[in-house]
C-alpha cells in the first residue's frame, strides 16, 4: 500500500547538480515528517536531512548550504536539490518516512537511487 519511490539518480561530475524525487503513495508527506539518508559502501547511513510537517527543514553541515528539501503537496512528491555535488556526496540516497499511525508505528524506506560524482 505504501511506496516510497526515488529517482533522479545518476553520474554526475564534481560541481554539477541533481534533483531526487521521493514519489509517495498510500501515505500523504504533507502530514509527516521525512528525511532523505544517504549511505557509501563501507560507510555508515548518514542522514542529509529533514522536513517536518510544516515544511521546516533541517541539514546535515556537510551539505547545508547546497541541498535543498522541498515538497510538493499536489504530486505528494518530496525532493532533494544537490548543487556543488563533490566526490563525497556519492552514495545511494534514500527517502525515509517515519510516524505514528494512531499506536501504530510506520517507517517506510524506498529502495534508493544512486548517485555516483565523478570526473
Known amino acids: 500500500q505504501v511506496q516510497l519511490v526515488e529517482s533522479g539518480g545518476g553520474l554526475v561530475q564534481p560541481g554539477g547538480s541533481l534533483r531526487l524525487s521521493c514519489a509517495a503513495s498510500?501515505?500523504?508527506?504533507?502530514?509527516?515528517?521525512m528525511g532523505w539518508y544517504r549511505q557509501a559502501p563501507g560507510k555508515q547511513r548518514e542522514l542529509v536531512g529533514t522536513i517536518t510537517s510544516g515544511g521546516n527543514t533541517n541539514y546535515a553541515d556537510s551539505v547545508k548550504g547546497r541541498f535543498t528539501i522541498s515538497r510538493d503537496n499536489a504530486k505528494n512528491t518530496v525532493y532533494l536539490q544537490m548543487n556543488s555535488l563533490k566526490p563525497e556526496d556519492a552514495a545511494l540516497y534514500y527517502c525515509?518516512?517515519?510516524?505514528?499511525?494512531?499506536?501504530?508505528?510506520?517507517?517506510?524506506w524506498g529502495q534508493g537511487t544512486q548517485v555516483t560524482v565523478s570526473s
Open positions: 498510500g501515505i500523504i508527506l504533507s502530514r509527516n515528517a
Open positions: 525515509n518516512v517515519k510516524g505514528v499511525a494512531g499506536i501504530i508505528p510506520y517507517d517506510y
